[in-house]
């Protein structure tokens, strides 16, 4: 018994589980895991529930933070040399590695937690060598402690990286705060390798829009696309239309991407003069001596010339600790022609370079290097569309760092939220439609007289509920978009998605608008409003007497101030507070309540309470019955939960994810439910929480519970107030 390699170690008793595969869970792995809806709690915060980092880091001094981030620029340390004594594209491959993991199609992902610290971000290919960036960045961390964190930290030290070498950024915001614990909920592919070829996540590799849902890199370990070439075959061509699909999953279009791609690639190098088997296992599975080190190489020897990161070796540019044209001058003044590095990756080098053209090594200067291109880069000349681009660049150079300096602050930027969470003296004055600006709302209004007026207006308890909670439900935690606050589910393309039923949707949003203009709230007020008053009367109904918090101040946004494009992937396919799903979908649709409600940023308990009690209320999506386990609906009970956990029921499938609920005695049928419903009381878990609210004494402590998960999503995205 036991591994073989312990074979005449002293025995130990060691009962607990302290191993990734000591999971407990791992005898089924086709159970339904919560814990997405569980990390980041305050046992794994050091901080304290009293610590605010959004607070603390207003008393930063940020003048004294970015000047001794300027001298950590050109201070190269023997333990890790800087290319040409600058480490700006080491810093600038960090930041852009931290934010270019953030996709569109959930909001996961980004620079906005720290996450690279930990696994597996830390650990990936792709990120090779990053960790000694980070640990070039801890004296100063150490230094300001918990006025900054690792995230802003990351970032920033990608914008000094670049007015170090002499370019001007679009600006900067703080407020990132860190996680202390790897992230669960982020799906990064299903391949159990890292680089494993590109097909498994592409119905057909040779379509990029085929790539699987909602992953945006091309394989398990990179950011974004094999800078080798499809699969490490060379064809720009083809290279360029996998760039085009990855950057647009990341919100970027055809100008940001060229403009990021060249902008990126003007500054640093890429290292691969050495071999690439010498190098030690990664950070995650290095041993201990190492300290949190990967990738050692034995045959550095000091030197910043011998690094071996991604195999591809060579700068792109005749000065590459200078942010100029030089990509533009290098790229379409020469010819190129496939070679390979020393590590023996495929990459581009011109033909018949002149020898002043060529970029000096980056230990010795009195010798040069050839430069290098990449195959995306070979797509930016090769790509009719990127070329046109690059083109209009080099004919305007301003308009080009203009263009990156936009972009840029876009990638870096993009899953922190709406402009009124940055912070610090950078934060540029610009509103940009991708921070999905909102006016501020009127508060000088009476809210029992908006109350009252929606009262008077006839609407049922399923309209004034149910619109408040799509407009609330888009709203996602990871990139902060979405929410009631804007009232977008009136504009494109809200106002015709499927899940939002868009005519019931547009007969109350015409009673709403109308008590708008007659009390001076916004429509989106309105919206939360009705919502809070049906929630009050269906408790009343219920013999609770109860007043749902409300936050006023919410504006309305315009059609001008909403890139309907980027708000497409905010659409829910499935929802199962409402018992709906768009269509059948491979995921179970008990792992798409989990999504959701991990992305409105629900504990367990919060997504039991809401279910069961929106079930009561009848707000099934189109008015069906599934899951309705009561006789009083419209009542704010915990019927829901009362009759689930009730065992003179049994349960009988009658079709695919369709069930009867059938009295044992009679053998007739009660309710008809679906897997969402019936989840409740499988799941260990999700049953405990079910007893629980099924107590006879836990009635209030129920409807106290549901008002305070309703009101929490009808707030989520009030960063105005917060």
């Known amino acids: 018994m036991g591994d073989q390699q312990n074979t005449g170690k002293c025995p130990v008793m060691h009962g607990s589980n302290t191993q990734e595969k000591a999971d407990v869970v791992a005898w089924w792995p086709e159970s339904l895991n919560l814990d997405i809806l569980h990390q980041h709690d305050r046992k794994t915060n050091p901080m ?94 150490k230094k300001y402690g918990n006025k900054v964190s690792w995230a802003d930290l990351f970032i920033l030290a990608g914008n000094v990286a670049y007015e170090s070498m002499g370019f001007k950024t679009f600006g900067f915001s703080y407020g990132r705060e860190d996680i202390w614990h790897p992230e669960k909920d982020i799906y990064w592919g299903a391949e159990k390798e890292w680089l494993a070829p590109s097909d498994s996540r592409y119905e057909d590799v040779d379509k990029p829009d085929t790539m699987e849902n909602p992953l945006a890199a091309v394989q398990m370990g990179l950011i974004y696309v094999n800078p080798e070439g499809v699969n490490g075959q060379p064809d720009p061509l083809k290279t360029g239309e996998q760039v085009r699909e990855t950057f647009a999953r990341m919100a970027m279009n055809d100008e940001e991407t060229a403009a990021l791609t060249a902008g990126g690639h003007t500054v640093g190098k890429a290292h691969g003069n050495g071999d690439a088997d010498a190098l030690g296992p990664e950070p995650e599975g290095a041993d201990v001596e190492t300290q949190g080190f990967g990738w050692m190489n034995p045959h550095q020897g000091g030197k910043a010339t011998n690094a071996v990161t991604s195999g591809i070796e060579g700068a792109w540019t005749t000065n590459p600790t200078q942010f100029d044209m030089g990509y533009f001058d290098l790229l379409f003044g020469y010819e190129w022609q496939l070679t390979k590095s020393p590590a023996g990756a495929n990459q581009w080098e011109p033909v018949d370079i002149k020898e002043e053209h060529m970029p000096v090594d980056p230990t010795d200067p009195s010798v040069r290097r050839k430069p290098m291109m990449t195959d995306a880069d070979m797509a930016m000349k090769m790509d009719p569309k990127y070329r046109a681009i690059c083109e209009k660049f080099m004919a305007d150079p301003e308009y080009f760092k203009d263009c990156f ?78 929410g009631a606050n804007g009232a977008r589910i009136r504009l494109a393309p809200q106002k015709d998605w499927a899940g939002n039923e868009p005519d019931r949707l547009a007969r109350v949003l015409k009673v709403y608008e109308q008590i708008s203009a007659e009390t001076g709230a916004s429509v989106a007020d309105v919206i939360v409003l009705g919502g809070n008053l049906g929630i009050e009367q269906a408790a009343r109904a219920a013999g609770h007497d109860i007043h749902v918090p409300f936050l006023k101040g919410r504006g309305d946004a315009t059609d001008e101030m909403t890139d309907a494009e980027s708000f497409e992937p905010l659409e829910p396919l499935a929802d199962g507070f409402r018992n709906w799903q768009k269509k059948d979908y491979v995921v179970k ?52 939960f009362v009759n689930l956990t009730d065992m003179g029921n049994r349960w009988e499938p009658t079709g695919k994810n369709a069930y009867n609920i059938v009295d044992r005695k009679s053998g007739s049928t009660k309710f008809t439910a679906t897997r969402v419903d019936l989840v409740f009381g499988s799941n260990s878990i999700l049953r405990a929480y079910a007893e629980l609210y099924a107590q006879d004494d836990n009635q209030e402590k129920f409807v106290k519970d549901f008002v305070a998960a309703w009101t929490k999503v009808m707030n989520a995205d009030r960063f105005d107030v917060a």
């Open 48 to 141: 304290g529930e009293d610590f605010d980092y959004r607070e603390e880091v207003k008393k930063l001094d940020f003048e004294a933070l970015k000047q001794d981030m300027h001298a950590l620029m050109t201070d190269s340390q023997e333990w890790w040399p800087a290319d040409w004594g600058h480490y700006g594209g080491l810093m600038i491959r960090m930041a852009w590695h931290a934010a270019g993991t953030y996709r569109l199609a959930d909001g996961r992902g980004g620079g906005g937690t720290g996450n690279q610290r930990f696994a597996p971000l830390n650990s990936w290919p792709d990120n090779g060598n990053l960790d000694k960036a980070r640990r070039l960045l801890w004296p100063i961390k």
């Open 405 to 482: 300096a936009r972009a840029w602050f876009k990638l870096t930027h993009r899953d922190m939220g709406p402009k009124s969470r940055y912070i610090g003296p950078d934060v540029p004055a610009e509103d940009l439609i991708w921070q999905d600006p909102v006016p501020q709302g009127e508060t000088n209004y009476v809210e029992e007289v908006v109350k009252e007026k929606i009262a008077e207006a006839g609407l049922s308890l399923n309209e004034l509920v149910c619109t408040a909670w799509d407009s609330a439900r888009t709203y996602r935690g990871s990139d902060m978009r979405g």
């Open 589 to 640: 649709p008990e792992e798409m309540l989990l999504d959701r409600a991990q992305l409105m940023g629900l504990t367990a308990p919060e997504m039991a309470v809401l279910l069961g009690g929106m079930r009561v209320l009848g707000t099934n999506h189109g008015g069906t019955q599934h899951g309705v386990f009561t006789d009083r609906v419209g009542q704010l009970t915990n019927d829901f």
